[in-house]
T-cell receptor
Framework: DSGVTQTPKHLITATGQRVTLRCSPR?????VYWYQQSLDQGLQFLIQ???????AKGNILERFSAQQFPDLHSELNLSSLELGDSALYFC????????????FGNGTRLTVT | GQQLNQSPQSMFIQEGEDVSMNCTSS?????WLWYKQDPGEGPVLLIA?????ELTSNGRLTAQFGITRKDSFLNISASIPSDVGIYFC??????????FGDGTTLTVKP
C-alpha cells in the first residue's frame, strides 16, 4: 500500500460530460502529481502541485484542470470529454518540490463512451 | 521538453537469465528513479538514485546514475516469474518536472 488514495477506481461516462477525479496524498507529502496512461503507453505527466500551488505543467489539455486544497488532497477535473480521453489517470505524491521519489495510487480508469 | 529514451521496449527472457535496460536523455536530471508497474496497479518505486555515478542495489536489482547525469541503467539478476511487468525509468529536475520513459515490458518464461 503506497498510502496514496484515488477515487473512484472506475468511471464510465459519455462524451461531452465532465468528471472529477480525487486524490489523497501519502501522509506528510506536500506534492501531488497527475499522470495519464493510455492503453499500452507510458505515463504522460499532466501537472504538479506543491503545498497548494501549481508547480509544474506538462501536456495537460485546456479542457483539464486541477487544484490542490489546503488539506493537500487534489482533484483533477476533465471536461468536454472525448473518446480519446479514455485512460488510466494516476495520482502520485512526493515529500518535497521535485527530487523525492513518487508514490503512486492505483489509478482511476476512465472510460468515455 | 525533456524526453527519455528507454530501451528495450520489450524483453522476452527465460527464468534465471539476467536483464538489463537503460534510459538516456539529452537533458541532465538531478534524480533518477526506477519503477515497476504490475497490471491494473500504479507504479511502485524500486530504486532511487541521487548522485552522478551512484550505484545502488535492492535485492536482485542494481541501478546506476550515469556520470553525465543523462542516463541510467537497471539490471535484474536471476529473473523469476514475478519480475514480469512494465519497468519505467524517471528523471526529476530540481524545478519539479518529472519525466518518465515509455517503459520496458518484461516477460519471463518459466
Amino acid at each position: 500500500d503506497s498510502g496514496v488514495t484515488q477515487t473512484p477506481k472506475h468511471l464510465i461516462t459519455a462524451t461531452g460530460q465532465r468528471v472529477t477525479l480525487r486524490c489523497s496524498p501519502r501522509s506528510g507529502d506536500l506534492s501531488v502529481y497527475w499522470y495519464q496512461q493510455s492503453l499500452d503507453q507510458g505515463l504522460q505527466f499532466l501537472i504538479q502541485y506543491y503545498n497548494g500551488e501549481e508547480r509544474a505543467k506538462g501536456n495537460i489539455l485546456e479542457r483539464f484542470s486541477a487544484q490542490q486544497f489546503p488539506d493537500l488532497h487534489s482533484e483533477l477535473n476533465l471536461s468536454s470529454l472525448e473518446l480519446g480521453d479514455s485512460a488510466l489517470y494516476f495520482c502520485a505524491s512526493g515529500r518535497d518540490r521535485g527530487n523525492s521519489p513518487l508514490h503512486f495510487g492505483n489509478g482511476t480508469r476512465l472510460t468515455v463512451t | 521538453g525533456q524526453q527519455l529514451n528507454q530501451s528495450p521496449q520489450s524483453m522476452f527472457i527465460q527464468e534465471g537469465e539476467d536483464v538489463s535496460m537503460n534510459c538516456t536523455s539529452s537533458s541532465i536530471f538531478n534524480t533518477w528513479l526506477w519503477y515497476k508497474q504490475d497490471p491494473g496497479e500504479g507504479p511502485v518505486l524500486l530504486i532511487a538514485l541521487y548522485k552522478a555515478g551512484e550505484l545502488t542495489s535492492n535485492g536482485r536489482l542494481t541501478a546506476q546514475f550515469g556520470i553525465t547525469r543523462k542516463d541510467s541503467f537497471l539490471n535484474i539478476s536471476a529473473s523469476i516469474p514475478s519480475d514480469v511487468g512494465i519497468y519505467f525509468c524517471a528523471g526529476h529536475t530540481n524545478a519539479g518536472k518529472s519525466t518518465f520513459g515509455d517503459g520496458t515490458t518484461l516477460t519471463v518464461k518459466p
